[in-house]
Every structure is written in C-alpha cells, then in structure tokens.
C-alpha cells in the first residue's frame, strides 16, 4: 500500500461507500477460516496426553504437552501482533497457521522418535495456531461500524463452534488413517491438522484482501497515522493511561481464566460422583455450546445494550455458574446446567470485553494492545488452569468454584465504577 506523497498515511485502498460490502466479504473469510482452522485444533489436541504418556511412559507427564500448546499460545501473541502492527492483519495470521502447522510436523517427528523434548517443542509451535484463531475475531472488528463491533466479533467467535464439535469427532478416522504405517496412530491427527492449518493459511493468505487492519489505517483520523502510536510501547501506554482498556483487557483475562480453571477439573469431579465418560462427555458438549453457539445473542446484546452491560452479565452468569456446579454434588443436571452457563458466561465476557477493548484504543495502536490482551488471557489461564489441580486436590472442587467466583469480584466491581463514573460512555 503505498503513502500519499509528503504523508506517512498510506492511499485509500477502498472507496469508503464500499465498506459494507468489504466487511460482508471480510466476515465470510474470517468465518470460514475460522472453521477450518477451529478443526485443527481440538481434532488432536484431545489425544496429546495420550501421546506425552507414550511417548514418555508416564502419566505424570501427560499434562505437559497441553500446557505446553497453552504457552506457545501466549508466547507468540506479542510477536505475531507486532507483525499486524507492521504489515496488517493477513500476514501475522498466514504466518501464525504456518508456525502452527510446523509444530504439527515437529509432534509427528518427535512420536516417531519417541523424543519427549521435540513433542514439547511441536506442543509450543502448535499452539500459535491457537493465535491465530483468537487473534481472527479482532480482524473481524477492523472494518465493523463501531455499533456493529461486538456483533462482527462474535460471529467469528461463533464460527469456532464447527471445530469444536467437528474436531473431537474427527480423532478416531484421523488415527485409524495411519494403521499399518510408520507414523503412530496417536499422531496421526497431527498429520490432519497440519494439512487443515496450511489450508486456512492459503485461504487467508489468497482471499483476505484488501487487508482489514491496514484498510482501517487508512481511513482513520490523520492524527492516527503516526508510526509512533503503532508501537507495542505505544499499546502498552495506551492500555495504562485508558481506564476502559484496562477494564476490557481484565473481563477478557478474568472470563477465561474462570472459565478454564473450572472447566478441566469437571471432569474429574463427576468422576467423583459415579459420571461415566457418556456423561462426562455430554456434559463437555453443553460446556462448549454455551461459549459458542450464544456467541451472536452476546454480540447483539453488547451492540445494543452495551459493553459494560454484558460485561455485568458475563460476571453474573460465571458467579451463578460456579454456584451451581460446586454445590451439584452427585447431581449431574445440576452439574451440567452449571458448565453450560459457564460457558455463557465465558462468551458474554469474550465478546463484551474484545468489542471494548477495540472501542477503547486509537485505531494505531489496536494490534498491539490486542496481542497483549491475548497474552494476557492466555497466561493466566494457563496458571489457572495448573493451579486448579493443586486447589481440586488440597481443598476439593467446591473451594476451586468458590475461587473462580472470587476472581470475578474485581472485574465487577471496574465495571460497576467505569460505569457509575462514565454513565453516558456506559453503553459504548
């Protein structure tokens, strides 16, 4: 894209009449990826346990290769928002697939091998297709007006319940496709999402175009065409000197980390209560339809009620879910409604808090501060995540929902004070 002479901003792409029919386009690729790429993932990083057991011959380190993909996640979100920040949206996407991809290849390398240090490697690489994946639903808002930004955000968020349900199903024909050859069963789904990560990395790499971000760039404000604000130093000040920014990037962090720290040990406390893996597995499913398939209703109502609104909702229905699931016992409905407003929970506090996240910052520095938001998020949930076993196994499952809940207590009460102190941005 080049710069108009004497300026550092660069020439119009688009004529701006033409904007909802980009964003309509830009929308339908986003969702599209998002539904390859949604696959790649859960199709074998639910056997990845499986394989650190193997590949290591113990259990105790079955839980490494998933909490490596969780660091990879979180270590290459700076990185790959840097590249947005610098080049657009297409690039730190395309790029962030292919990481994802190689780290595939590298698991498949270390299963035949048996090389535990390689399959934490590829764990670590894999995980930046994760990035991209979260990273998508901010593309989604580059082009959106902005009483539209949580409704196009969530539709990409949406899009990500095709690979949640498809993905796990997909396991046991991605294994069975490699009997008989050298590659083990185990990793044979790590071939699958290799493939299905290069494919979504030609799909944005060919079709995203104009590019989103520097499409937006362009018709913003000439004041935010410096490259001085494009810098992730410049993302980090914005976030400390915006009160809502930081409030935006708590709910997204706070949402997350609730929601995963609960989640992974649910399992075992229905195991506790005589579930079987039917059950388990049913009430799994409810989990993940609530973060995903809601995701529109979250998106309207953000657009319409507002940002703060929904973020009030999100710590509601997470605080009445970890009520019902630490109190359910060896009732499992009561169990299974508690996960799925979990889960709903999780969506109305993604959703509300990416949409203000977006609103909050000069359009400059929007990929940096998006990228800490994502390592933000993924870190703690990544401690969460590990310090749910310590607390399920010293105080039981009880105390950890009652943690959870507790964590929510600073993001209500942000809200509540960003609110009462800004009543006429309260709806922004």
Request: hydrophobic share 55%; with cysteine.
């Amino acid at each position: 894209m080049s710069a108009l002479p004497g300026t550092d901003r660069p020439a119009l792409p688009v004529d701006p009449a033409d904007l909802p029919r980009l964003q309509r386009r830009t929308s339908g690729v986003l969702v599209a990826a998002q539904m390859l790429g949604g696959v790649g993932v859960p199709i074998s990083i639910a056997l990845a346990p499986v394989l650190a057991t193997e590949i290591s011959g113990t259990e105790a380190l079955s839980g490494f290769a998933s909490t490596a993909a969780v660091i990879g996640t979180a270590l290459v979100s700076l990185p790959l928002a840097a590249l947005m920040t610098a080049r657009g949206r297409r690039p730190g996407l395309v790029l962030g697939y292919a990481i994802g991809a190689a780290g595939a290849g590298l698991v498949v390398l270390a299963a035949a091998v048996r090389s535990f240090p390689l399959l934490m490697l590829g764990m670590a690489a894999f995980g930046a297709a994760s990035s991209a994946n979260l990273q998508a639903r901010f593309a989604a808002a580059d082009l959106a007006a902005p009483d539209h930004r949580a409704r196009a955000i969530s539709v990409v968020v949406w899009a990500s319940t095709i690979g949640a349900v498809l993905g796990p199903n997909l396991s046991a024909p991605a294994s069975r496709s490699f009997a008989g050859t050298s590659i083990p069963e185990t990793a044979g789904p790590f071939v699958w999402a290799a493939a299905v990560f290069v494919l979504t990395g030609t799909l944005i790499g060919v079709l995203l175009r104009p590019d989103p971000l520097l499409t937006a760039r362009a018709l913003a404000a000439p004041e935010e065409q410096t490259r001085e604000g494009r810098s992730l130093r410049a993302g980090f000040a914005t976030v400390r000197s915006s009160p809502r920014a930081r409030l935006a990037l708590l709910t997204v962090a706070v949402s997350h980390t609730t929601m995963v720290s609960i989640m992974v040990m649910t399992p075992v406390e229905l195991g506790h209560h005589g579930a079987g893996l039917e059950l388990v597995g049913l009430v799994i499913s409810g989990h993940i339809a609530g973060m995903f398939a809601f995701s529109p209703v979250m998106g309207w109502l953000a657009d319409r009620l507002g940002r703060l609104t929904v973020i009030g909702l999100a710590a509601g229905l997470l605080s009445l879910a970890a009520l019902l699931a630490g109190t359910a016992g060896p009732h499992h409905g009561q169990s299974a409604a508690g996960l799925f407003l979990l889960g709903l929970g999780w969506s109305a506090g993604m959703v509300s808090g990416s949409a203000l996240l977006t609103d909050s910052v000069p359009q400059a520095a929007r990929a940096a501060v998006q990228g800490l938001s994502d390592l933000t998020m993924n870190t703690a949930a990544g401690v969460g995540g590990a310090a749910a076993g310590l607390v399920m196994s010293q105080a039981g499952y009880g105390w950890l929902t009652a943690t959870g809940a507790c964590l929510l207590l600073p993001m209500a009460a942000l809200a509540l004070f960003t609110a009462r102190r800004h009543p006429v941005a309260a709806k922004g």
